[in-house]
């Protein structure tokens, strides 16, 4: 069976976005890393698989 493994979306507001991906599909943040211009945050359901 096909699974998604990874996507990327670009989001103006970190912490409004992080709060709706909790909300609606309990997700928690994974592992983040910071930039300069940018910050990647990995997000996801815990203990998943």
């Given at each position: 069976m096909a699974k998604l493994i990874h996507t990327m979306i670009r989001?103006?507001?970190?912490?409004?976005?992080?709060?709706?991906?909790?909300?609606?599909?309990h997700f928690s943040v994974a592992h983040q890393l910071d930039f300069p211009e940018f910050t990647l945050v990995y997000v996801g359901v815990q203990n998943c698989c």
């Open positions: 989001m103006q507001d970190l912490q409004r976005s992080l709060q709706f991906y909790q909300q609606a599909f």
